[in-house]
């Protein structure tokens, strides 16, 4: 619809400065009252069938019967709005509903700022310093529930059929358990399509992390309708590979090699940890698990003697750590480390670095779901040299890629 100039000519006959237009007493506001009010009329008139005062309305069986202030929280500040009344009380406006308490764009506002890491409180203030708005603590609170439905309605849709990749990894939160406050592991899955763009595929929240539960996380995404996974990415936890493999037996297990060797470091003091990663490295940039098998032999004559646990780490762990040798080199760098998710759970707890706990499970889940919400809208291009990789799995893994796409 187009404005005619004489129209914002007399609107902003009296403008100088921005608050003239967009404060609390601005323009806008005074704008936004009036064409509600006026709304409010046009559908009076519309569901009583005459004008007001017009005389066929006498006699009709319903009239209008006066108004009702009411106070809109709006963007621009409180407005304040009449509301007109019918006599039978049928009347049921569209632009402001019964009940309605805010007038457009307060809810997305709040779940965003709450999506952040602002706490109710923070919010509250927040609102009010830029709208001069006072919403109550219960008002809010009630706004960021609602996304519970939608969190419910997100754990629970379907899956894609095939993810070549996945990974997985879990983050530790601290939430109020019958009256005391405990560590808490959030786990969290997420797949590389079909078409290369990493996706979550869900959260769950557990007592601790272990074996035991990740195999409860994997027969879950099995159930919403995954039949395989060509390489899962996961940490050394023990136990970890048995609990996929019991659900998706073909999968192949890549333990983490950045998680190893902060594991191998482990066992070295500061003034050696330089040297042993360095001659670590031959290990797993080797061309083939021959090679590295040759590469590790090496560092164990050279270095078992002062620090033999080193050696045992990778030795223990041998058969999670070659798989991804048997790869080009842009296979190999989307599956060596589970950075994918680490950089993932870096973001998650940038924003929960400000709570000190969460009063409920639910609480820490839907704070998560919505910053993981933020996280994957930069997801927007599949991994680096994805089609090179895709004609790779079309030939290891050919009758299983063709099953299932």
């Not at 996945?166 to 560590?183: S, T």
């Not at 003091?269 to 090679?291: C, E, F, G, V």
Request: glycine residues 8%; proline residues 5%.
């Amino acid at each position: 619809m187009d404005f005619s100039e004489k129209l914002l000519d007399d609107l902003l006959k009296n403008y100088e400065q921005p608050e003239d237009l967009l404060g609390k007493n601005g323009i806008l506001k005074k704008l936004t009252k009036a064409l509600l009010d006026r709304a409010l009329e046009g559908e009076m008139t519309h569901h009583l069938g005459y004008e007001k005062h017009n005389p066929s309305g006498y006699n009709s069986g319903n009239s209008r019967n006066g108004k009702n202030p009411k106070t809109l929280k709006g963007e621009q500040g409180p407005i304040e709005i009449v509301m007109p009344r019918d006599r039978d009380g049928s009347f049921d406006p569209k632009i402001i509903r019964k009940g309605q308490g805010k007038f457009d764009g307060f809810d997305d506002k709040i779940i965003s700022l709450y999506s952040r890491g602002m706490t109710i409180r923070e919010i509250q203030g927040h609102l009010k310093d830029l709208y001069g708005t006072e919403l109550s603590p219960d008002f809010i609170s009630s706004v960021t529930a609602s996304v519970i439905e939608e969190l419910q309605a997100w754990q629970n849709r379907p899956l894609d059929p095939l993810y070549p990749i996945i990974y997985l990894d879990a983050l530790i939160v601290k939430i109020r358990d019958g009256g005391h406050i405990c560590n808490k592991a959030i786990h969290i899955a997420i797949g590389v399509n079909m078409d290369g763009r990493k996706e979550v595929l869900g959260l769950w929240i557990a007592q601790n992390e272990g074996a035991k539960f990740w195999l409860q996380v994997i027969t879950d995404i099995k159930n919403r309708g995954v039949q395989d996974i060509f390489i899962a990415c996961v940490d050394g936890l023990k136990g970890f590979p048995d609990a996929i493999n019991a659900v998706f037996p073909k999968a192949q297990i890549q333990l983490c090699i950045v998680h190893l060797l902060r594991q191998s470091l482990n066992y070295v003091p500061w003034q050696d940890r330089k040297a042993i990663a360095k001659d670590l490295k031959p290990i797993y940039t080797s061309t083939n698990a021959d090679m590295a098998k040759r590469s590790l032999e090496e560092f164990k004559r050279k270095w078992d003697k002062k620090y033999p646990m080193v050696s045992d780490v990778w030795k223990r762990n041998w058969d999670g750590i070659i798989p991804f040798l048997a790869y080009p080199d842009y296979i190999r760098k989307a599956i060596y480390t589970t950075n994918a998710i680490e950089s993932a759970n870096n973001g998650i707890r940038k924003i929960l670095k400000n709570r000190r706990s969460f009063p409920t499970d639910e609480s820490a889940l839907k704070l998560i779901f919505l910053v993981i919400g933020n996280i994957s809208k930069k997801w927007t291009l599949p991994i680096r040299q994805w089609k090179l990789a895709l004609n790779q799995f079309a030939i290891i893994f050919g009758d299983r890629m063709k099953d299932n796409i």
